[in-house]
Structures are given as structure tokens and as C-alpha cells.
């Protein structure tokens, strides 16, 4: 009797695909009863349960898990010999389990609405307009890093622990659900990661666990990088999967930020995109703006690369390549570079309300 309820449930993965593949078809059936409809109340009860707990309660169960699973490769490796057939109706079952507990509890926010339609702004943009949102954000940037600092080529250094930003950094979220209402984010569930070594060495920053609703934050990254990296992930926890969405609204949780660090932390994150994009397309227009910022910004930039440089090895392009074919699965078809893309939402949004 058991085996056959492994096989059925190793066979539900078929139908289970299927579903999932003829559900992506129709972002506004997820958007209302998926992502504004079961998701919500499932990441507040997740919250709810987990978020007092001071560490990480999903790093926890990864690392449980890792060891159940080698152990039982290990006590079944002669069974592989005996049965091939019934330890691969064992792997598939288990696997079917965590496929369908994934897209339950997250995973079908891949297949929603794509946000410039829910925010009504346009997909495109030309290089003129890019080039003044640009030159906008350059101003900005420049004003707050010299109000920080008094010198412009000094960069700025967060005078708070990277726990003391982790727990102000849902403050830019209150006062960005009077924009966005459905950006409400309560209770919090946001903490440094008990992998943070091995996440450096794969070369994230940070991540949303879809099995407990927990947003991670690699513990080892500039402090500077922190309240955009955790208003990301925040982003994630509350429904968009997206990684250019989620780059978007954690840039405008750190902007709408009552904290002044906060504040050019998500200006300059929103200024490195529209840079980067700017070289792509022409590199002497580059050259002339990136002239105009202030060089403490630019040695802001210049400790996040070489933090990453510093932790480069030969495992990272593999991980990287892994998460972007995992996107692309997903319905992010740029995969990993679909992150450039928050430029964007980024253009649009600013030129529909003025800086």
C-alpha cells in the first residue's frame, strides 16, 4: 500500500507540471487569487510563527535536511542495486512534495501580473529619457552623500550594525504603503543568514527561503549594501519574485526611508543600475556622467565590487548559471540578467513622478 501512494504521488508531478504551466498563461487569474488573494494571509501566518525567532529557523531546516538526505543515500545504497525502480519512485515522491509545498507557498508569484502593468507606467524607454533620469539621480546622490559626509570624496560608512539595519529597514516599507498600499509589511521576518560564508562564496547577497517565508541577508556583505539588500528581499517576501521588481521596490523602501543612509543607499542602488545601462549603450555618454558623481559614491561602488572580487572562485559561475536557468524556468527569460531590467520600471516611474 505504501508503495503504490509513493508512486502515485511520484506520478503527480506530471499533472502538477502541467497545472503550473497552464496556470502561467494567466498572470491576472494569479495576480487576484493567488498573489493579492491566499499568498498574503500564508506569508503573514509564516511571519507570524517565525519571525521572533532570532535566527534563522529555514538555514536550519536546509541543514537538517542535507544531513536526512546523505544519510538516507547512504542506509539505501544497496537498495540501489537491488531496486533501482523503487528508490527512483522514492526520490520523485519526495521530490513532488516539495514541487507542489514550494508553489503553494511562494512559487506562484513567478506567474503574476508584471508590475509596470499593475502600476500602469510604460515597459520601454529611450536613452534620452534614461540619460535624464540619470542626471537626476546624480544630483540626488550627490546632495545626500555631502549632507553625510561634508567632503565628496569621502564614502559613506552607516553608522548603525548591520542588526540595528536590519530592524530599521521595514520603516522605508510604512511609508511606502502610502504610495503603494499593498506594500504593507507586518509582522517582519527578516534576518542575517546562517550560510552567510557559503552565499558569499556563491555570490548572493541574499535570499528569500519559499519553504518558511524567512528574507535572508548574507551577514559578510558591506554595511553599505545591507538596507537595499534587505529591502529587496523584503520585496520577495511579499510576493514579487521578480528579481527587477524586487530590485525596484526595495530601491523605493530604502528611498522613502525616514533615515538619511537610507535614503542614498537606495538612490545610488537606483543610480548603478541607470550607469550601467548607460554604458551598455554608450560608453563616452558614460564617461561624461559618471564624471559628475561625486567620487565618494563612486568608492561606494568601488568596496561592493572588490568584496565580490575578493570572494570570486571557480564555483560561483556555476551556482550563478544553476539560479539563472532556474529563472528562466520560472518565467524570468533573461534569467540572471533579468536584474538589469529594473532600469526600466526605474525610468518610468521617476518620469511619471518627478524627482
Given at each position: 500500500?505504501?508503495?503504490?501512494?509513493?508512486?502515485?504521488?511520484?506520478?503527480?508531478?506530471?499533472?502538477?507540471?502541467?497545472?503550473?504551466?497552464?496556470?502561467?498563461?494567466?498572470?491576472?487569474?494569479?495576480?487576484?487569487?493567488?498573489?493579492?488573494?491566499?499568498?498574503?494571509?500564508?506569508?503573514?501566518?509564516?511571519?507570524?510563527?517565525?519571525?521572533?525567532?532570532?535566527?534563522?529557523?529555514?538555514?536550519?531546516?536546509?541543514?537538517?535536511?542535507?544531513?536526512?538526505?546523505?544519510?538516507?543515500?547512504?542506509?539505501?545504497?544497496?537498495?540501489?542495486?537491488?531496486?533501482?525502480?523503487?528508490?527512483f519512485i522514492d526520490i520523485f515522491s519526495a521530490f513532488a512534495i516539495m514541487y507542489f509545498v514550494f508553489h503553494l507557498f511562494w512559487g506562484f508569484n513567478y506567474y503574476r501580473l508584471p508590475l509596470h502593468k499593475s502600476l500602469d507606467?510604460?515597459?520601454?524607454?529611450?536613452?534620452?529619457?534614461?540619460?535624464?533620469?540619470?542626471?537626476?539621480?546624480?544630483?540626488?546622490?550627490?546632495?545626500?552623500?555631502?549632507?553625510?559626509?561634508?567632503?565628496?570624496?569621502?564614502?559613506?560608512?552607516?553608522?548603525?550594525?548591520?542588526?540595528?539595519?536590519?530592524?530599521?529597514?521595514?520603516?522605508?516599507?510604512?511609508?511606502?504603503?502610502?504610495?503603494?498600499?499593498?506594500?504593507?509589511?507586518?509582522?517582519?521576518?527578516?534576518?542575517?543568514?546562517?550560510?552567510?560564508?557559503?552565499?558569499?562564496?556563491?555570490?548572493?547577497?541574499?535570499?528569500?527561503?519559499?519553504?518558511?517565508?524567512?528574507?535572508?541577508?548574507?551577514?559578510?556583505?558591506?554595511?553599505?549594501?545591507?538596507?537595499?539588500?534587505?529591502?529587496?528581499?523584503?520585496?520577495?517576501?511579499?510576493?514579487?519574485?521578480?528579481?527587477?521588481?524586487?530590485?525596484?521596490?526595495?530601491?523605493?523602501?530604502?528611498?522613502?526611508?525616514?533615515?538619511?543612509?537610507?535614503?542614498?543607499?537606495?538612490?545610488?542602488?537606483?543610480?548603478?543600475?541607470?550607469?550601467?545601462?548607460?554604458?551598455?549603450?554608450?560608453?563616452?555618454?558614460?564617461?561624461?556622467?559618471?564624471?559628475?558623481?561625486?567620487?565618494?559614491?563612486?568608492?561606494?561602488?568601488?568596496?561592493?565590487?572588490?568584496?565580490?572580487?575578493?570572494?570570486?572562485?571557480?564555483?560561483?559561475?556555476?551556482?550563478?548559471?544553476?539560479?539563472?536557468?532556474?529563472?528562466?524556468?520560472?518565467?524570468?527569460?533573461?534569467?540572471?540578467?533579468?536584474?538589469?531590467?529594473?532600469?526600466?520600471?526605474?525610468?518610468?516611474?521617476?518620469?511619471?513622478?518627478?524627482?
Amino acid at each position: 500500500m505504501l508503495k503504490k501512494k509513493k508512486t502515485l504521488l511520484s506520478l503527480s508531478l506530471i499533472p502538477q507540471y502541467l497545472l503550473i504551466t497552464w496556470l502561467s498563461n494567466y498572470p491576472e487569474f494569479v495576480e487576484q487569487f493567488y498573489s493579492h488573494g491566499i499568498y498574503p494571509f500564508i506569508s503573514r501566518i509564516f511571519r507570524y510563527i517565525l519571525g521572533w525567532i532570532p535566527f534563522s529557523f529555514g538555514d536550519l531546516v536546509y541543514t537538517l535536511s542535507i544531513i536526512y538526505v546523505v544519510r538516507w543515500f547512504y542506509k539505501n545504497r544497496k537498495a540501489l542495486r537491488k531496486n533501482t525502480k523503487q528508490w527512483f519512485i522514492d526520490i520523485f515522491s519526495a521530490f513532488a512534495i516539495m514541487y507542489f509545498v514550494f508553489h503553494l507557498f511562494w512559487g506562484f508569484n513567478y506567474y503574476r501580473l508584471p508590475l509596470h502593468k499593475s502600476l500602469d507606467i510604460a515597459n520601454d524607454y529611450t536613452t534620452e529619457q534614461l540619460i535624464s533620469v540619470t542626471e537626476k539621480l546624480i544630483k540626488k546622490s550627490n546632495a545626500l552623500h555631502l549632507k553625510v559626509t561634508k567632503n565628496d570624496t569621502i564614502k559613506t560608512d552607516l553608522p548603525y550594525s548591520k542588526s540595528e539595519i536590519l530592524k530599521m529597514t521595514p520603516i522605508g516599507y510604512e511609508n511606502l504603503k502610502q504610495v503603494f498600499p499593498h506594500l504593507e509589511y507586518h509582522p517582519k521576518s527578516i534576518k542575517k543568514s546562517l550560510y552567510s560564508y557559503p552565499l558569499t562564496y556563491m555570490g548572493f547577497s541574499g535570499y528569500l527561503n519559499p519553504f518558511t517565508n524567512e528574507a535572508q541577508v548574507d551577514g559578510l556583505i558591506p554595511a553599505y549594501k545591507v538596507p537595499t539588500t534587505a529591502s529587496h528581499e523584503i520585496a520577495h517576501q511579499l510576493g514579487y519574485a521578480a528579481e527587477n521588481e524586487a530590485n525596484f521596490i526595495g530601491c523605493m523602501a530604502a528611498i522613502n526611508h525616514d533615515d538619511i543612509y537610507f535614503r542614498y543607499t537606495g538612490y545610488t542602488f537606483g543610480l548603478r543600475f541607470c550607469l550601467n545601462e548607460i554604458y551598455r549603450r554608450d560608453e563616452c555618454i558614460y564617461e561624461d556622467m559618471v564624471a559628475d558623481v561625486n567620487i565618494g559614491i563612486l568608492k561606494n561602488y568601488r568596496e561592493v565590487r572588490q568584496f565580490w572580487e575578493s570572494h570570486e572562485n571557480l564555483a560561483e559561475p556555476l551556482f550563478k548559471l544553476f539560479y539563472g536557468n532556474f529563472l528562466k524556468v520560472n518565467k524570468q527569460n533573461k534569467g540572471m540578467e533579468s536584474y538589469s531590467y529594473v532600469v526600466a520600471l526605474l525610468v518610468n516611474y521617476f518620469k511619471a513622478n518627478p524627482l
